[in-house]
C-alpha cells in the first residue's frame, strides 16, 4: 500500500512538472535569439560580414546559447577584461615597447599567434599558456564558440590572461583590416590541410614579423581566410600527419608545434641561440616530497598556511 502510494505521489509531481515545463515552451518572450540571428545582428553591429557561415558551436557554446546575445563575440583588450572582472581600467600609458592592441611590453615582436573561430575553451586556454611561455601575442578572430567571461577564464585557468590576449577581432574582415595597417615586415602563415609546403626546416623559412594562423577545431581557415593569405603573399603550410584514423591534430598541440618551431628559427636566425636555465626552486627532491603518484598530498593536519 505504502509501495503504491508512493508511485501516485510521484506521478503526480511528475505531471505539474511537466505541464510547468509546457507553459514555459509556449511562452514567446522566453525564447532565446535563434542563432543565426543573433550571430547576424552582432556582425552587422561590429561591421561585419556574414556572408560565410561561422562554424558549428562546441559543446560549451551550446550550453551557454540559451542566453539572448550570447553568439555576440565582443572586442576587448586587457584593459576590458580587467574591468569586467571588477578590476580598475588604467589610463597609464603604453610601456616601452609595447604596441596598444597588437602587443604588450614582454612580449616578441617578430612572431604573433591567430586563432580564428575557436570552439573549445579549453584548447584556446592551451594556446594562451604556450603562448604565455614563449611571450607570443594571442589574437582571437569570433565568432567564437564561447564567452570571454570571467567564469570561463578560470574554468580554462587562465590567470595570466591578462598577460596574453591583446585582442579579440569580431570577424575574418575586421583581422585582415587590422593586419594591413601594420608595418612590415609582416606575412601571414595559415596552417591547413589544405597547405601544400610542409611546416618546418628546410622547406619552410619563417622571418620577423610572421603571424601564425590557425583555424576551427571543426572546420579549419574559412575560404576567405585562405584567400586574403595567399592574396597577402602570405604561406599555406601544412603539419604532414597519418590520416588513416584521425583526421586532424588538436588545435593546441597545432598551435604548439607551430609556435615553437617558428621562435626556434627566429632564434637562430637573430643569433640569440636557445637558453636553457636548469629550474633552481623548488627542487626535484622538494616537487617529489610534496606529491604522489602525482598527486599533490594533503597538508599536515592543523597545519596553517603561512
Known amino acids: 500500500m505504502a509501495t503504491a502510494l508512493g508511485r501516485w505521489r510521484f506521478s503526480q509531481a511528475g505531471l ?6 509546457k507553459e514555459r515552451m509556449h511562452t514567446v518572450t522566453d525564447r532565446p535569439e535563434p542563432r543565426a540571428a543573433a550571430v547576424g545582428r552582432a556582425a ?44 580598475e ?21 617578430d612572431v604573433g599567434v591567430v586563432l580564428v573561430h575557436p570552439q573549445i575553451p579549453q584548447n584556446t586556454g592551451n594556446v594562451a599558456r604556450s603562448c604565455a611561455a614563449t611571450a607570443a601575442p594571442l589574437h582571437l578572430v569570433g565568432p567564437l564558440g ?6 570561463k577564464l578560470k574554468r580554462a585557468g587562465l590567470d595570466y590572461w591578462d598577460s596574453v590576449a591583446v585582442h ?64 597577402s603573399g602570405g604561406a599555406l603550410v601544412k603539419i604532414p600527419i597519418r590520416d588513416t584514423h584521425v583526421r586532424s ?9 607551430g609556435l615553437f618551431e617558428a621562435i626556434r628559427q627566429l632564434d637562430e ?25 602525482g598527486k599533490p598530498l594533503a597538508p599536515p593536519r592543523g597545519a596553517r598556511a603561512a
Open 249 to 257: 591534430i588538436n588545435l593546441a598541440v597545432a598551435a604548439g608545434v
Open 16 to 21: 505539474r512538472r511537466l505541464d510547468k515545463l
Open 89 to 109: 581600467a588604467s589610463t597609464a600609458p603604453a610601456e616601452d615597447g609595447a604596441v596598444p592592441g597588437v602587443r604588450l611590453a614582454w612580449h616578441r615582436p
Open 168 to 231: 579579440v577581432h569580431p570577424c575574418w574582415g575586421d583581422f585582415f583590416a587590422f593586419f594591413k595597417t601594420l608595418p612590415e615586415p609582416k606575412r601571414l602563415v595559415a596552417y591547413t590541410v589544405y597547405g601544400d609546403t610542409y611546416y618546418g626546416a628546410p622547406e619552410f623559412s619563417y622571418r620577423p614579423g610572421d603571424w601564425l594562423v590557425f583555424g576551427a577545431e571543426t572546420s579549419g581557415l574559412p575560404p576567405e581566410a585562405h584567400d586574403d593569405v595567399v592574396a
Open 146 to 151: 564561447f564567452d570571454l567571461d570571467d567564469r
Open 44 to 87: 552587422a553591429a561590429d561591421g561585419c560580414s556574414t556572408s560565410s557561415t561561422p562554424p558549428e558551436p562546441g559543446p560549451a557554446a551550446r550550453r551557454g546559447a540559451s542566453r539572448p546575445g550570447a553568439w555576440r563575440c565582443r572586442t576587448i583588450s586587457p584593459v576590458a577584461t580587467a574591468a569586467a572582472a571588477g578590476g
Open 269 to 293: 636566425q637573430s643569433g640569440s641561440g636557445h637558453e636553457v636555465v636548469p629550474r633552481q626552486s623548488p627542487t626535484l627532491q622538494e616537487v617529489a616530497g610534496a606529491h604522489r603518484d
